[in-house]
């Protein structure tokens, strides 16, 4: 098999301009041969997950089955789903493969990811199940004038989903290729198709259902390589780590931070949005409306932190699992390129194709076949996760609540919703398309940016603050949203890396150290000089909002009509 | 929710004694998160060498390797402490308010 391929993914590019995001599969890969056992174990999970479509579109009778199954989820599950909704396959096989690069600094870039959970726990999680209805604009705009938050919200959570969903479908487009030898078109349009089968005709309810079986796959696949790893390891960390710096050409280097991070400022600042975007998610916040009480929605942050911290343990271990297993000197996982004159060993089918080598070494080809269809499934429950989302920010938020006034009927409120996801399918197709070859990594961490400057301040304000206003809002909340647009375009990931301007106007890979301050900072100065009738009318409101929000008072009347 | 409701809750001693206990609870975790997540942000930007160390003399495995592991376990285990406090003893708390204010109405 002689392959040529210039791969270069997300995290290893990234690290070079000092912002990083491990999230997204970007750059040039070449078409793999056909694997029979992974097409066929991906066809079976699709087709039981398209069973489970059927049986949950005859389930949804109401808007409120439709955009969060009718609130029967159960907190474990729901967990299940977050987890499987917040483990990306480039997660899984970006940061394996960091590991796999640099080690240590794969473990630095997983904390960031884990730590946002116990903040939306603490101070989100059940104000937001008692507060809000479908969609996070629910809660933002509960208190204020209604239009100019719900359009603001609505905004704030398009952007989000459309730049994350275009690094979703680009990634799969180029897993896909690498995995199954499908061409790329082919494989972007079999998940623009299968992610509006499982909206438009399952909603939430099959939603959830994919995101739980791919959750248990994935975490039974890494379970199962990290199990084998570390008994080739006598089940000794200290032993695991010396088999790896005895091979790895950085030797012991790998067990300590790396090139990651070179700047403190930097790194607080990815910290910062890895953190709050997190908590500013609309696909992700959208979950919380699923579970029946604050209590069981306490719960799925519990059961969600725990699988998220489990896996990205076992990533971690599964990095360095392939520095032991997948070597140089093995012709089935590395091949000599020339490179500038000189002979190179490069990774067959490139750097994030780490733990795919790793579980073909440890379990052969039917366990890669497995492992491959997981990483597809993982797409999958992404993707949909992300198209009900930005469908009910359109169908709910912009439709029903500011054109219609909340005039309109569940009826017409539910074909708004779902001509958008058909909608959304086409245009993740031709964007899946449009953006085949260019870098797409910034624009995870732009919608992390956005959720954590935009969705994030705005929906921590109107919850927590009596004094916010409507001008304060939108105003705060613009704000963060463009300077945070802004800053990312100036920066280096896009400036230098995609734009190949010489050097960076705005010289960190990461505004969000000062784009979540600022929006707090205007959503603030406006609030407080506004003296309109609109502002008396959201300063009084705040008292019932904060009651309901602590008790759940009304929050179950509020979700039957 | 009327206005009235909402004022009886919030002068129910038992409330107050609730939200009191639950926004200490909730903004003193979320200060210690944040306070130990950044703080093994900025050693390893200003200094990485202290992580690089090993943990015994004659071992290889950093404080780096235990301190990120921790930071993990970390966020797991505070989260489980919260969540059985909330879902205990504050929901209790809250359920009792409810019903005390229901039944005065």
Known sequence: MKLRNSLMFAAMSLMASGGVWADALTGDVEKQPLNIAA?????????????????????????????????????????????????????????????????????????????GWPIVLFLVA??????????????????????????????????????????????????????????????????????????????????????????????????????????????????????????????????????????????????????????????????????????????????????????????????????????????????????????????????????????????GNLFLGFISAVAFATILAVVAGLALSGASAVSHDIYASVIRKGQATQQEEMRVSKMTTLALGVLSIIFGVMFESQNVAFMVGLAFAIAASANFPVLMLSMFWKNLTTRGAVAGGFTGLILALVLIVLGPTVWVSVLHHEKAIFPYGNPAIFSIPAAFIVGWLVSILDNSEQAKKDREGFESQYVRSMTGIGAADASDH | MDKQTARKVLENPEFQKMERQKSMLGWGFSAIILIMYFSFIWIIGSNPDLLRTPVSANGITTWGIYVGIFVIVFSFVTTGIYVSIANGKFEKMTQDVVKSVRGEK
């Open chain 1, 39 to 115: 097409i066929v174990m991906f066809f079976i999970f699709v087709g039981f997950t398209l069973g489970i479509t059927v049986w949950a579109s005859k389930q949804n009778k109401s808007t409120k089955d439709y955009y969060t199954a009718g609130g029967g989820i159960s907190g474990f599950q729901n967990g299940l789903a977050i987890a499987g909704d917040y483990m990306s396959a480039a997660s899984f096989l970006g940061i394996s493969a960091m590991v796999f690069t640099s080690g240590y600094d794969g473990l630095i870039y997983s904390t960031g990811f884990l730590v």
């Open chain 1, 126 to 363: 059940e104000r937001l199940r008692n507060l809000g209805k479908f969609t996070f604009s629910d809660v933002a705009a509960y208190r204020l004038g209604q239009t100019p938050v719900r359009l603001f919200a609505a905004s704030g959570a398009i952007l989000v989903v459309i730049f994350y969903l275009i690094a979703q479908m680009v990634g799969a487009g180029k897993l896909i290729e690498l995995l199954f030898g499908l061409d790329y078109i082919y494989a972007v349009i079999l998940v623009g198709v299968l992610m509006v089968c499982y909206v438009l005709f399952g909603g939430m309810l099959a939603t959830t259902w994919v995101q739980i079986i791919k959750a248990v796959m994935l975490l039974s696949g890494a379970t199962f390589m990290s199990f084998m790893i570390l008994k080739h390891a006598g089940f000794s960390f200290e032993t695991m780590f010396k088999q790896a710096t005895d091979i790895h050409e950085k030797g012991t280097h790998i067990l300590g931070p790396g090139p990651l991070v070179k700047n403190p400022i930097d790194a607080i600042s990815l910290g910062m949005a890895l953190m709050f975007g997190t908590a500013g998610l609309p696909h992700i916040l959208m979950r919380f409306f699923t579970v029946p009480d604050a209590k069981e929605a306490r719960k799925s942050v519990f059961v969600a932190t725990g699988l998220i911290g489990y896996f990205y343990l076992l990533t971690f271990i599964i990095g360095f699992g392939a520095i032991i297993f997948v070597t140089k000197d093995n012709p089935h996982f590395f091949h000599q390129v020339m490179k500038e004159g000189k002979s190179v060993y490069e990774l067959i089918g490139g750097n994030n194709m780490a733990a795919i080598h790793l579980s073909e070494a440890l379990g």
